[in-house]
């Protein structure tokens, strides 16, 4: 199962960048029109859905169903509501809850340690499976010891919301690259002056 999280946005000025929201489940989340990311949509059908979920699960079936799609859509919307409440110091609303706790309840993408000449029990990943990985993720992440981790970027003008996965637990910004640049300019032109 793949770890490695973020994906290029862009903004509604046009600028793209990479932007990291520190965990899959929030990335899953910036697949669709959350925030000021121009993208908008991006799983506009089964085939897109497959696409970004193999990029970051392998082991996915080639193959994804109407159905998938809807339960990813309904997924993605409560996973994105959750975390933004979330970082405003809000609760998630309870409909919101209960989509992840129901994904969360089905089965996941095993695990399965390399160098093995069998696979017992192993096949294909669905998609169902790692809606379900990202579901408790999610769970893992809003969870009360480190939901003050879910935050907003500091910019006036932004409100991407990311989990900070820093030792330091001190990230600011959505992206250095967008953002954290913006705002050294600032202060760098402040001092100037």
Known sequence: MSTSTGQFVAAS????????????????AYTGAMGNIAAGEQLH??????????????????TATDRDLIDALALRQA????????SRGQRPVGDDVDVINLFAATPD????????????????ARASQALSVMAREVIGLFATDRADRIRECSADD?????????????????SMQRCGNRAK????RARLR
Do not use: K, T
């Open 13 to 28: 000025d046009g600028h793209r960048w990479h932007f990291d929201a520190g965990s899959l489940a929030l990335d899953f």
């Open 45 to 62: 059908s089964p085939a897109d859905l497959m696409a970004w979920l193999h990029d970051r699960f392998p082991e996915m079936d080639a």
């Open 79 to 86: 996973i994105a509501r959750s975390a933004i409440s979330i």
């Open 109 to 124: 993408i095993p695990p399965a340690l390399a160098g093995g000449r069998r696979q017992a029990g192993r096949s294909h």
């Open 158 to 174: 932004c409100h991407l919301v990311f989990y900070d996965e820093s030792r330091s637990n001190n990230r600011r910004w959505c």
């Open 185 to 188: 300019v600032r202060a760098h």
